[in-house]
């Protein structure tokens, strides 16, 4: 299936995940430092993958399982090497994993992408990628729950192509996004400093906050969250942010009543409002309050960055 899986090497200079005959080529260096990719116990599980007689019922649940493991293995590592970009504290890998279940890794990767990575990512032939680990991971669940005694030819096919294909589809996964990390990265430098924006994200989802801080923090911006409308009052009066994204469900008192207590204060942060439910009706009532704006979910890191550099280019 995948016979050059163990070709593939990482660059220590720039991250980038190369062949064997394209490493001595990588950063324009005689002789650069690289380590080989993935690790071990991941080419071996890929071993055991092709090692299966997929005729029989067995052979295709082994084959699934370890072939499922490479591949939420491997994107849970792809997400926490991005989120943790640019950050020192590195060490709670632990308790990420513990975290971490298949819709948040599913979220996750959807929150990563914006349309210039997917472009990347269609033109290499992954664009599809994150369907197939859906669907792989339906398999999975029928595998493990004995709701099928065996796969489709559909669904055989799917595993081959996924298993002869895994480690390919991962490096360029992984250098699309450092390409795209790195154009932004070459853009922020050579534009002006802009100040700093004082951010607060209310969700009472954790995770969600987490990452979006995460996010926003890599562009310079300062955040706060809460995750409650209590907290999220008591940080306005302290901080006052400048631009505020308000869920509508809170665990203690609506959005609205945050809003509506914020603007009786005299607050004039930007405030925008994010909710699952799709419909003019909130976006209206939530503007005739003192809402800028309604942004409904899912909505991505690259959604809530473009509000706030508008924003500050109009505050200019």
């Known amino acids: ?10 660059c220590n200079s720039c991250k980038k995940i190369v062949l064997a005959y394209d490493a001595q080529n990588c950063c324009n260096t ?9 690790v071990q116990y991941l080419q071996n599980l890929i071993n055991i993958v092709n090692e299966q007689d997929l005729s029989t019922a067995s052979g295709q ?8 493991n490479v591949y939420e293995i491997l994107l849970e590592d792809l997400i926490f090497s991005l989120l943790c970009r640019n950050n020192s504290k590195q060490n709670n890998r632990t308790e990420f994993s513990r975290l971490l279940n298949r819709e948040l890794l599913i979220n996750l990767f959807n929150q990563l992408i914006d349309q210039n990575t997917a472009a990347i990512l269609k033109e290499k032939g992954t664009g599809d990628f994150i369907n197939n680990f859906k669907r792989l991971s339906v398999i999975r669940e029928n595998a493990i729950c004995n709701k099928v005694s065996s796969c489709t030819f559909e669904e055989l096919e799917l595993v081959t192509s996924l298993a002869a294909n895994c ?11 450092l390409t795209k990390n790195a154009a932004v990265a ?7 400093k802009q100040r700093s ?6 969700d009472d989802e954790e995770y969600i906050c987490s990452q979006f801080k ?8 300062d955040v706060l969250t809460a995750g409650s409308g209590e907290e999220a009052l008591g940080l306005y009066r302290k901080h006052l942010p400048e631009i505020i994204f308000l869920d509508i469900s809170l665990p203690d008192i609506s959005g609205f009543e945050v809003l509506k207590s914020i603007r009786e204060s005299g ?7 994010v909710t699952g439910i799709s419909g003019n009706t909130l976006k209206v009532q939530g503007e005739e309050m003192g809402a800028q704006g309604h942004l409904e979910k899912p909505v991505t890191a690259n959604d809530i960055i473009n509000i706030i550099r508008t924003d500050m280019k109009q505050a200019v």
């Not at 649940?61 to 499922?68: G, P």
């Not at 070459?186 to 002006?192: I, T």
């Not at 924006?197 to 209310?202: K, L, P, R």
């Open 1 to 10: 299936m995948d016979a050059k899986s163990s070709l593939y090497f990482q």
């Open 30 to 38: 005689a002789s650069p430092s690289l380590t080989p990719w993935p």
């Open 61 to 68: 649940q082994m084959a699934v399982l370890c072939l499922y």
């Open 167 to 177: 480690f390919k589809n991962f490096s360029l996964l992984f250098n699309a996004f």
């Open 186 to 192: 070459g853009a922020a430098a050579q534009s002006p």
């Open 197 to 202: 924006q004082n951010v607060m994200i209310v």
């Open 214 to 221: 995460s996010f926003l923090s890599r562009e310079g911006i």
């Open 267 to 273: 607050g004039n942060s930007l405030i925008y409002f």
